[in-house]
């Protein structure tokens, strides 16, 4: 006869999951950060200036998704076998993204110039 312990289901655990959200955030987050700070640098604007015909857009993007897979391999070591409330890494998400999305638009980062 089987016991009701060998039919409960073990969930998964939510912490690569919201390790996945917010790494996404933090990516979103830094190419906010370098929209924004090479208008305020021109030596930053330079510095990411990784191929000519584009322009210092190859050097945001490259170090966003660069630092957007370091966070997100970091942070899942770090929460691979936990839980974590994921209303909390959402909403964490959000801000984060918000922040990133604002520091990309014209009217934001030509206030700098």
């Known amino acids: 006869m089987t ?17 996945a959200m917010i790494a996404a955030g ?6 906010g950060i370098l929209t924004t700070g090479s208008v305020i640098f021109e030596g930053l604007k330079a510095a990411l ?7 210092s857009l190859t050097g945001k993007t490259a170090i966003g998704v660069i630092l957007w897979l370091i966070s997100w391999a970091a942070v ?6 936990k839980d974590y409330d994921l209303r ?8 984060l993204l918000g922040l990133g999305v ?6 934001v980062f030509e206030a700098f110039e």
């Open 3 to 19: 016991t009701e312990a060998q039919y409960e289901q073990k969930l998964p655990v939510t912490g690569p999951a919201a390790a």
């Open 26 to 31: 933090i990516g979103a987050l830094v190419i």
């Open 49 to 55: 200036n990784f191929w000519p015909p584009a322009g």
């Open 76 to 81: 899942n070591a770090s929460w691979k076998d």
């Open 88 to 95: 909390k890494a959402f909403l964490i998400t959000l801000v």
């Open 102 to 107: 604002i520091l990309t638009f014209p009217p």
